[in-house]
C-alpha cells in the first residue's frame, strides 16, 4: 500500500466524521456536505505530492471543501441572475404589463445621473465588462464599478417607491 493510500485510510477513518459535520455546517443538507467532502479528498489526494501529516491534510481538506462551497454559491448566484434571461420568447405578457414596466423602469432610470446611466445602460444592455465601460466612460474602472454600484441602489430606491404607490 502507497503511503498517500495509508493517509487517505487513516483521515477516512478518524476524521470522516469531522469533516463531514463541517461541510453540513455550511451547506445545511446532508448530500451536499458528503459531496463536498468527497471532492475534496478526491482534490487533495489527486495532487503528487501529499503530506503524511494528517492534521496538514485535514487543514488542506477543510480549505478545499470550503473552496468548493464558496465556488458553488457564486454559481448558484450567477445563475439565479441569468435565468431571467433564458426563459422562453414565446411567453405572452399582458400588453398592459409590459407597457408599465417599461414606463416604471423609464421614470426610475430618470432619477440617474448621466454617467450613472450610461454604465447602467452599458453593462446590462449592451453587457460589457466594467474594464470595457470604464474605457468608453473615459474613467478608471473603479469610478466604473462606483457609477454600477449606485446606479443600482438608486434604481432599487426608485423602483420601490414606485411598488409603494
Not at 7 to 28: G, H, K, N, P, Q
Not at 124 to 153: E, K, N, Y
Amino acid at each position: 500500500m502507497n503511503e498517500w493510500e495509508q493517509t487517505l485510510d487513516a483521515i477516512v477513518a478518524t476524521r470522516s466524521r469531522a469533516l463531514l459535520e463541517y461541510a453540513f455546517v455550511l451547506t445545511r443538507n446532508q448530500a451536499e456536505a458528503a459531496d463536498l467532502v468527497q471532492e475534496a479528498l478526491l482534490a487533495a489526494f489527486c495532487r503528487l505530492r501529499v503530506s503524511n501529516d494528517l492534521a496538514d491534510v485535514e487543514a488542506y481538506v477543510k480549505k478545499s471543501i470550503l473552496n468548493r462551497y464558496l465556488n458553488q454559491c457564486r454559481k448558484a448566484r450567477r445563475w439565479r441572475l441569468l435565468r431571467p434571461r433564458l426563459v422562453a420568447r414565446d411567453l405572452q405578457v399582458p400588453v398592459e404589463d409590459g407597457v408599465a414596466a417599461a414606463d416604471s423602469l423609464a421614470r426610475a432610470l430618470g432619477v440617474l445621473s448621466p454617467m450613472q446611466r450610461a454604465a447602467f445602460s452599458l453593462r446590462f444592455f449592451d453587457d460589457l465588462s466594467v474594464a470595457q465601460i470604464a474605457a468608453t466612460l473615459g474613467c478608471s474602472s473603479g469610478g466604473a464599478s462606483r457609477h454600477l454600484a449606485d446606479a443600482r441602489q438608486r434604481l432599487a430606491r426608485e423602483l420601490s417607491r414606485q411598488e409603494e404607490r
